[in-house]
């Protein structure tokens, strides 16, 4: 099933606006690796996995840890909330997972604290009408304080009088922060000291310079997966700014997250969504206001793995795509989620956006534009089949076969995979 990434040190990433159901395709393919590396953003993203019908939402652990004897590793460019990472380890462990030697936490890391979530919120709720849509989970402001070398990082929770004093000199920031622009209550600073001293001494067994770990597995020839957490359209760079995540969720962030050199990273493989869906504020041109979009939203489960929120829900954007292709040098991909789409008679794909008298086949940076773009479609026959109980490509109905032929012509990419339904063997190989 996986034949092609054996051997081959591989980059999963998300096309679309996240939540293309990656954690199960990193589930499914750890069996043809030995390490799985989790290389950017926060607790903000979550992975849902079902095995033999029971449920996993992970979100800061990589999803290879639902397999035996694989080695998962938390990289650099993650930043990692311990309280929210000691919760996944506990409930990992009341399924019988097994957590401890095959999890590795990077030492320069950078911490997650109190007053990163309490700025996310205030700020946010300033927004008004042009709220982002943050999970409110401090990773925004984490990695501001990072950029602005004004962070903590895992490493310092161990060198307990450093730790305090710029624990105490930052907090003091912050609160004139909260009290004069906010007008918000201040936070104490021996709280958080004492609380994350307790955080220190339950994940010190985990912590390690990861750099040199994965330096060595290479030398090794180990088989390494790169998971990314959300999609490529919400990349800082190359996403729907300012509507994005605040890490580089594309293959590049990979190396940069990971401390492992980019020529090391053998192959790109996307995943995509048979639709559309995204959460939060931004642009959203193949957007279905209608009975449709709450149709795909029930039948596909469309509701937040961290937050519960509900996912608006599209046709499918080829346009973006496309965007999210080029900018991660994905050679083929992932098709999920195609059993949603069973019941439908038409069914469309976002070829191009039209803008006044301007007709975009490329993604437009211009976000005054984008909001305004009508999609503009091509229309194909449904196949109005159950897909979710197919195993080979004999049992593909052969209009499912048409949508999925055309997507890899108008995409320029070969589909590798089908998923059609939640469960891990609910999958179909092409190749």
């Known amino acids: 099933m996986v034949n092609s990434t054996i051997g081959s040190n591989t980059c999963l990433v998300g096309l679309q606006w996240g939540d293309e159901g990656k954690g199960k395709i990193i589930d499914i393919l750890t069996e043809s690796f030995d390490i799985v590396v989790r290389y950017q953003g926060g607790s903000n993203a979550g992975h849902t996995v079902v095995v033999d019908s029971e449920k996993f939402v992970l979100h800061l652990i990589p999803s290879g840890i639902l397999r035996k ?20 380890i506990t409930e ?5 997972i097994e957590v401890g030697e095959n999890l590795r936490i990077s030492e320069t890391a950078h911490l997650v604290l109190p007053y990163h979530k309490k700025l996310d919120e205030l700020s946010e709720n300033e927004k008004g009408e042009e709220k982002i849509g943050t999970t409110r989970r401090g990773i925004g402001p984490c990695y501001t304080d990072k950029m602005a070398r004004n962070g903590i990082r895992v490493t310092e929770l161990f060198h307990v009088n450093y730790f305090k004093e ?10 004139k922060i909260f009290v004069r622009l906010f ?11 004492e609380e994350y001293r307790g955080y220190a001494e339950q994940i010190r067994p985990f912590v390690c310079d990861t750099v040199v770990f994965m330096h060595d597995a290479v030398k090794a020839k180990k088989r390494i997966l790169f998971e990314g957490a959300q999609g ?11 509507f994005v995540t605040s890490s580089s969720v594309t ?4 190396a940069i997250g990971s401390g492992v050199c980019p020529k090391q990273i053998h192959k790109i493989l996307g995943v995509m969504k048979s639709y559309t869906t995204r959460v939060g504020g931004g642009p959203f041109p193949s957007e279905l206001n209608d009975e449709l979009g709450e149709y795909l939203r029930k039948k596909g489960g469309e509701y937040g793995a961290t937050t519960g929120r509900p996912r608006r829900c599209g046709w499918f954007d080829a346009v973006a795509v496309k965007h999210a292709i080029m900018v991660n040098g994905a050679e083929s991909a992932v098709l999920t989620k195609l059993d949603v789409l069973d019941e439908q008679k038409t069914i469309k794909i976002c070829v191009s956006y039209k803008f006044g008298d301007e007709v975009y086949d490329r993604f437009p940076a211009d976000l005054a534009a984008l909001p305004r773009c009508q999609p503009i479609y091509k229309e194909l026959p449904g ?9 080979g490509v004999k049992d593909i109905p052969s209009n499912a076969k048409n949508y999925i032929n055309t997507l890899e012509k108008i995409l320029g990419i070969k589909v590798e995979m089908l998923s059609v339904g939640p469960d891990r063997s609910q999958v179909v190989s092409l190749i």
Do not use: F, H
């Open 69 to 88: 004897n694989k080695c998962c590793v938390i990289g650099s460019g993650v930043a990692l909330d311990p309280l929210q990472l000691l919760e996944e």
């Open 92 to 96: 990992l462990r009341k399924k019988n």
């Open 166 to 175: 710029r624990l105490k000199k930052i907090v003091e920031e912050k609160n």
């Open 183 to 193: 007008n918000a209550d201040p936070l104490s600073w021996e709280k958080i000291y």
């Open 232 to 242: 490529s359209l919400l990349d800082v760079d190359y996403g729907t700014y300012p």
């Open 251 to 254: 293959a590049g962030g990979a």
């Open 383 to 391: 196949w109005q089949k159950d897909t979710s109980k197919m195993e």
